[in-house]
Every structure is written in C-alpha cells, then in structure tokens.
C-alpha cells in the first residue's frame, strides 16, 4: 500500500522569503509523485507532477521539486514567495494501481505574510 | 473550456436523510474518480469509473454509500441515511485516459453537513 506524509501542517513565511514544503511516501512498486494546489474557495489544481527522467521537475509560477528516490522524498520549493502563494498544498502519489487512484497527503497550509 | 462541475455546492441534511451529489466531468474523460476530504485531512479516494464501468469501489466506508455513471459522463454519489460522520467535502476529478501517469482535473467539490 502506499502512504503520502506531510511533515508540517502549517508554514507561515514573510514575502520574498524561500520556502519547503516537506513530502514523503512509502511505496512497494513504481510511484509517480504530484503537488496540488488548493487556493481560498477554489479545487485543487495541479502544480507539477513528476512521472520519470529528470527528477526536478518546475511549474510554470516558480515552485519546483525534486525527486529523490533514496530519501523517498518529494519537497517542494519556491526561492521567494508572494502574497498570492497562499493557499494549502498536497502531495499525492499514484502508482499503485494500473488506473491512477490517487493517495493524498494530509496537506500544508502555507501563508505568506508581508 | 469547462471544468469539472459539482452541484450542489453545500448539503446540509438532517441524520437519516438520503442525499445525492452530481459531479459533471470534462467532456470526453474516460476516467471519474470520486473522493472524501475530512476536516483538516487530505483527499481519501472513495471509488473510481473507466467510461460507465465501476472498476474499483474499495473505498466507499459502507453500504450507505453508491456511486453510478450510467452513460459513461456524469456521476452521481448517493448516500443513504446519513450519519454526523458523513459530514464532509466531497471530491470529483476526472482525466482523459486511464493509468496512473494521467493528470487528474479536480471539481470544486461539495460540502456536506449532516445534522
């Protein structure tokens, strides 16, 4: 079975200040690892995804994370965050099924303060 | 172009009422995946269609729970006789193909109360 830990449930961080967001999982089989963003009243929409080759992957507004097989990690980064950057972030893995069903972290709830 | 949809937004019920949540998916995904988020909890996956075919319905907590996808488009999620532990947002996400690579398109979900 597979499991998805988010090892904080909340990060406060000052504008313009780097950030990680930490994600580990746990699998028997070929994973593939994604990050989902889920801004005030909105769904969750996806940020980056990492399937197979290059084991840093980036979205297109900055953040970006890096595969490490050896650590089972999947954290996410930004160098300098912004006010609209606030929002709850999941890390979610498939694999573990032909079809995709997703398993979700807790989530990490990331405010950005000026 | 259109989302995932979900109606209704918010359900408050009364426990013991039967309720129904909808979820229209992307027009032409084969995949609809149904998911439960707890207060302060990630997603937890609930049951998952191919086209109409319910190929995996091991999440659902209990019999009070059914899903369908007659016609291979829009789901429904029905839920009998609902109990207080049944309060929470339900999820729809669907995808264009099937297998685990596929980027899943998530609705906005809807709320659940029950009383």
């Known amino acids: 079975a597979q499991s998805v830990t988010q090892l904080d449930s909340q990060v406060p961080v000052f504008e313009e200040a780097p950030v990680e967001l930490r994600c580990n999982y746990s699998s028997s089989v070929s994973v593939y690892l994604f990050w989902y963003v889920q801004y005030p009243n909105q769904g969750l929409q996806l940020l980056l995804k990492?399937?197979?080759?290059?084991?840093l992957v980036e979205s297109i507004n900055g953040f970006e994370a890096e595969f490490n097989k050896s650590q089972t990690s999947f954290h996410l980064r930004k160098p300098s965050v912004h006010i609209s950057d606030t929002a709850e972030y999941f890390c979610?893995?498939?694999?573990?099924?032909?079809?995709?069903?997703?398993?979700f972290g807790q989530g990490t709830i990331l405010t950005v303060h000026p | 172009g259109a989302g995932v949809s979900q109606s209704p937004r918010y359900k408050v019920a009364k426990r013991g009422q039967d309720v129904a949540l909808r979820c229209d998916p992307i027009s032409g995904h084969v995949s609809l995946f149904w998911y439960q988020q707890a207060l302060g909890q990630g997603p937890e996956f609930l049951t998952y269609f191919q086209n109409e075919a319910q190929l995996d319905k091991s999440g659902l907590p209990s019999d009070r729970f059914f899903a369908e996808r007659p016609e291979g488009s829009v789901s429904t999620l029905k839920i009998q006789r609902t109990q207080q532990e049944d309060s929470a947002v339900y999820l729809c996400?669907?995808?264009?193909?099937?297998?685990?690579?596929?980027?899943?398109?998530f609705g906005p979900g809807t709320r659940l109360l029950v009383l």
């Open positions: 990492y399937l197979s080759g290059s084991t």
């Open positions: 996400a669907s995808s264009p193909g099937q297998g685990a690579r596929e980027t899943q398109y």
């Open positions: 979610a893995s498939s694999g573990g099924t032909s079809y995709g069903k997703l398993t």
